[in-house]
């Protein structure tokens, strides 16, 4: 896609997430990657050196994409996915063998409901989007037939790959964004000495420590609507919103609020379930806060996947430093949440 279309599909695309950081700060530079409008905000920061930051930053982002994307045909990751079956490893860059292992870790941990082999269920659920239909039971079970986490094979040691069924296929898109921004606050930390930073990447944000004269910065969250519009094109009316308090950490949230398809008077999110290898059919929004984006991005899918329980149930025994809140779409007046998620106001 050329920069233009991007621009254009960014203008006429409703937002991807919800949370979103308060006031704007007085130096901000955005720029389209990964398919969304990232902007890095830098308010301690002089403009010259702000400057030449967000110029490599950006740049970071540009390298990055180039290794994780499923689009980029020359991309380490479709490189990788045309040797699948192959009984040879692939050799890694780090980038690309550090993002695969911490997605097979949260695989592991969410039982599989977290799994970046489900690309050719995702591809397959985008034309059902697009034409408003079901996939075919035969397509649908040739697709599944290629997934599941347990065929991405990974050697530590050698620092490779190997897919284990032909024709395999991955998508981090669930994780590459989150990823991406840990990368760019660690650039910027350890190239500029900037630490009082925020990375906004159409919802998903990062920040480091609070602006001057602030105790942390201000995320505002967009409550999901009670009663969801049949229109997925539309622009979801406004909902009552809240703000939470974040300092060094990510917060993501994920659910079917913006985007989403009615087809035969089901309303299907463009969350892939694994045990279907469609889009999720639970109007559900997750907001989890995390030490990292790696975490935050696939954790707040699983939110909207798995039951409450289970969900709050999995993360007290794997990740007991996340915070998450869980609202249903039908009840949004009854949210759960970890204790330890931040009082709103």
Not at 264 to 271: A, I, K, M
């Amino acid at each position: 896609m050329t920069r233009r279309r991007l621009l254009q599909a960014l203008a006429a695309a409703p937002l991807l997430s919800s949370a979103r950081a308060e006031p704007p700060s007085p130096w901000s530079r955005a720029e389209p990657h990964m398919g969304c409008l990232w902007t890095l905000t830098l308010p301690d920061t002089p403009p010259e050196i702000a400057s030449r930051a967000a110029d490599a930053v950006f740049q970071e982002i540009r390298r990055l994409n180039q290794i994780f994307s499923d689009y980029e045909p020359t991309s380490e990751l479709n490189r990788l996915c045309a040797r699948a079956g192959q009984p040879a490893p692939v050799p890694l860059s780090p980038a690309l063998f550090d993002i695969l292992a911490a997605a097979q870790q949260v695989s592991i941990h969410t039982r599989g409901l977290f799994d970046v082999t489900l690309a050719p269920c995702v591809r397959l659920w985008r034309r059902s989007r697009r034409r408003s239909e079901l996939p075919s039971p035969a397509a649908l079970a040739q697709a599944r037939a290629l997934c599941g986490y347990q065929a991405l094979l990974l050697d530590p040691a050698a620092q490779s790959a190997r897919l284990a069924k032909p024709g395999m296929q991955l998508d981090l898109g669930g994780i590459a964004k989150g990823w991406t921004q840990d990368a760019c606050l660690r650039l910027l930390q350890q190239r500029f000495a900037i630490s009082c930073v925020l990375l906004d990447a159409a919802g998903e944000v990062a920040v480091g420590t609070p602006p001057p004269g602030r105790d942390a910065w201000q995320i505002q969250l967009q409550a999901p609507s009670a009663q969801p519009s049949a229109q997925p094109s539309a622009q979801p009316s406004a909902q009552p919103s809240s703000r939470i308090p974040l300092r060094q950490a990510n917060v993501a949230t994920s659910g079917d609020l913006y985007q989403f398809v009615e087809i035969d008077g089901q309303r299907y999110s463009h969350l892939i379930d694994p045990r279907t290898g469609l889009g999720s059919t639970i109007s559900r929004q997750g907001t989890l806060i995390a030490p990292t984006g790696a975490l935050a991005d696939p954790l707040a899918k699983l939110l909207c996947l798995a039951d409450p329980d289970t969900s709050l149930a999995l993360l007290r025994q794997h990740y007991p430093n996340v915070q998450a809140k869980i609202t249903e779409s039908l009840h949004p007046s009854q949210p759960r949440q970890t204790p330890n998620f931040p009082p709103t106001s």
